[in-house]
């Protein structure tokens, strides 16, 4: 489903896997000597300013100037100016402009302003065309790349660009904030007579319009701080500073295109996808197939969306208003093949052949990237279905499920991924807020959040320990849930020798001069169960002599406490990936002559949104170490970062602390 996030925000933060080509482009383009516009000089006088030391560029003009004409064709300029401060803000001088056969690009200049020496121009014939989505089986999607010429440290360079296109929703974006810091940003807008906006603000504060003339007005924000990335933070795009608006047109030919509420939204993505379900002969013949020998709804749904997951490959074919509307259930079910409204659009066909309904459920596939005041269309990335489960079907596995007032208890389910059985979602969709294309328009809702223990790691160990210190022992991971879709996934891309790398890696983190034995994994490819991993390995020199002692660390695997806290002080919330539920169970068996001489205290903190218990014992001659972390939501708040904070420090104490073995007497 076409997204113009990418488009956006690429015009600010670059977009990745460029490297390569502007050594190319270099030399394909000669740049002439330029006398560059007005706005570019008066933005190259901006006085220097003080940033930070680790700022690369200062976006110092940014303009969007949109005019709208009564017949819904939309013209927009697009203009920026950077002060290039480090050789890392080189690639500001990648100028990446996105079109397709809707948004069309009229025109796109470049210009370098070097502290000394000559000014440069590079025009549209000096661009490169490529695609804009590698992963686009066909698309319309494209992009022309232009390289500024000598965008060095202490450089201004500049570009401009026009588009035009008649949209198939009003509605626009002006995103006035990104990784650099901003001096000045503005966005003009020329409306027909008779015409008018409705405008919303998003991680900003609402700033007034200045007149422009005759129903035309200029919105502009200055000195904003660059978005510093931070680990665990949340997505960049639900937090940069953006602006929406919505066009309300004159005349009644146009009024469908503009949307003012989610009902509307829904309802004009009903239109579009009004039809599309329709079961072609040969699909009922192969849903009765797949569904006669099955006696509950249930199994039937079971199978169902197993074969959409499974047998109808995900492939991208976008073009024009093909990239919103969802491709006819007939045409996807014989080439076996579609994108994530297509699969959603032919499991729904499958589903009505069985008598299940179901709806479209139109979400991002990251967090906070809809707010449910600002109703706009397009602001989404991905569509799954919403299931209505029929009376009398067992709800034991069906965790992934809403209360819907009319609609009764509806299943979310993604046929995209598929590693996710029915009953359970993906952890990036948890907690999301969704449009549901009900049978009275839309409506904002939010996906379940899936209790923690659906989403668990139990890992269990016997080990044998040394006089010298020599650890050896099994270790038998169970990944349970989301988690398990996300190691299945980094199997899956592995071979044998590559899967063996990665617990290498991972045992690497807590331990040294080790060796591993061939790991085995079960249920790989059984979706529906737990994937199982199994691996042996010895570590010569694990407990370390102290004197007569010997010390040992009982956590001897996995590290729940992380370190982004210290250092410099935050400036966003952490958020998690989903809820989980992660314990560990090991037997050490102690060295022939050894007894315990003191043991680490047992932990048992609760923050709320996350808790962590450990314990150890003495049975016998064999430690017995046990613990169980837990994150109960995925979002925490500036304002309870001290408390993660603290948390996170006294668990890194209880992973650290060690048992003091010493010779019996």
């Known amino acids: 489903m076409k997204n113009r996030w990418s488009y956006a925000l690429g015009r600010q933060s670059k977009l990745a896997g460029l490297a390569g080509l502007p050594l190319l482009l270099a030399v394909l383009a000669a740049p002439a000597l330029a006398d560059p516009p007005d706005w570019l000089r008066a933005a190259a006088q901006t006085p220097a300013g003080k940033y930070p030391e680790e700022t690369k560029a200062v976006l110092l003009y ?52 070097p502290a000394q020496g000559k000014e440069y121009e590079v025009k549209e014939k000096d661009a490169v065309e490529t695609s804009l989505f590698n992963d686009s089986f066909f698309s319309d999607d494209r992009q022309k790349l232009l390289i500024i010429p000598a965008a060095d440290p202490g450089n201004v360079i500049g570009y401009e660009y026009e588009q035009k296109q008649r949209p198939y929703v009003l509605e626009d974006r002006w995103i006035f904030q990104g990784t650099d810091p901003v001096h000045l940003s503005r966005f003009t807008l020329h409306l027909p007579k008779g015409w008018e906006y409705k405008a919303y603000w998003a991680n ?26 931070e680990y665990a933070m949340p997505p ?13 047109p004159r005349s009644a030919e146009l009024a469908g295109k503009s949307l003012a509420s989610w009902a509307e939204v829904g309802r004009w993505y009903a239109r579009l996808a009004a039809g599309r379900r329709d079961a072609s002969p040969d699909e009922k013949q192969k849903v009765q197939a797949l569904t006669a020998s099955l006696a509950t709804p249930l199994e039937k749904m079971e199978v169902l969306a197993a074969y959409l997951q499974r047998q109808v490959r995900y492939v991208d074919v976008e073009v024009g208003i093909g990239g ?110 969704a449009l549901l294309v009900g049978p009275e328009g839309g409506e904002l809702i ?16 016997k080990f044998t320990l040394s006089p010298d210190g020599r650890l050896a022992g099994q270790v038998d991971e169970t990944f349970s849930g989301p988690i398990a879709s996300h190691y299945r996934a980094a199997f899956l891309r592995s071979n044998v020798a590559d899967r063996r790398k990665v617990i290498e890696n991972y045992l690497g983190g807590f331990l040294s001069g080790f060796s591993l034995q061939e790991p085995t994994v079960e249920n790989l490819e059984k979706y529906d169960q737990d994937l199982i991993i199994h691996y042996q390995f010895v570590s010569e020199h694990y407990a370390k002599p102290a004197g007569g002692l010997l010390l040992l660390r009982p956590r001897v695997l996995g590290q729940k406490a992380d370190d982004f806290f210290e250092g410099k002080e935050r400036k966003y ?84 602390a060690s048992a003091v073995l010493k010779r019996a007497e």
């Open 62 to 113: 940014d303009e969007q100037i949109t005019t709208i004409k009564d017949d819904g064709e939309i013209t927009t300029v697009y203009r920026e100016a950077y002060r290039i401060l480090r050789p890392e803000g080189r690639d500001r001088g990648q100028v990446v402009v996105p079109f397709d056969n809707e948004t069309k690009l009229t025109s796109l200049k470049g210009w370098c302003l």
């Open 573 to 656: 919330p952490v958020q998690f990936e989903a809820p989980t539920l992660q314990t560990d169970d090991f037997l050490i068996a102690l060295p022939p002559g050894f007894t315990v001489d003191d043991l680490p205290t047992a932990a048992d903190l609760d923050a709320g949104f996350a808790s962590y218990k450990s314990q150890i014992q003495v049975q016998g001659s064999v430690l017995h170490y046990s613990r169980q972390y837990q994150i109960k939501d995925i979002l925490v708040p500036t304002e309870r970062l001290p408390k993660l904070k603290t948390f996170y420090r006294q668990v890194a104490g209880d992973e650290n």
């Open 446 to 461: 939010e996906l379940p959040l899936l209790p923690p223990a659906l989403n668990r790691l139990t890992r269990t160990a």
């Open 204 to 229: 900003h504060p609402e700033v007034a319009p200045q007149a422009a003339g005759e129903n035309a007005w200029t919105w502009e924000v200055r000195d904003l701080p660059a978005l510093q990335p």
């Open 324 to 433: 919103w509307q969802p491709h006819a259930a007939a045409d996807v079910f014989h080439n076996s093949y579609g994108d994530c409204k297509d699969k959603a659009t032919l499991l729904g066909s499958m589903l009505d052949v069985i008598g299940v309904n179901s709806y479209y459920l139109i979400l991002n596939d990251f967090h906070g990237g809809v707010e449910a005041g600002v109703p706009v269309a397009r602001g989404f990335d991905h569509v799954i279905l919403a299931i209505q489960v029929p009376p009398g079907v067992p709800s034991e596995t069906l965790h992934a499920t809403v209360k819907h007032p009319k609609l009764g208890t509806l299943l979310i389910f993604d046929p995209t991924n598929e590693r996710v059985p029915l009953g359970l979602i993906p952890e990036y969709e948890e907690g999301n807020s």
């Open 236 to 248: 960049l795009r639900s937090l940069v500073g953006q602006f929406h608006i919505i066009y309300y």
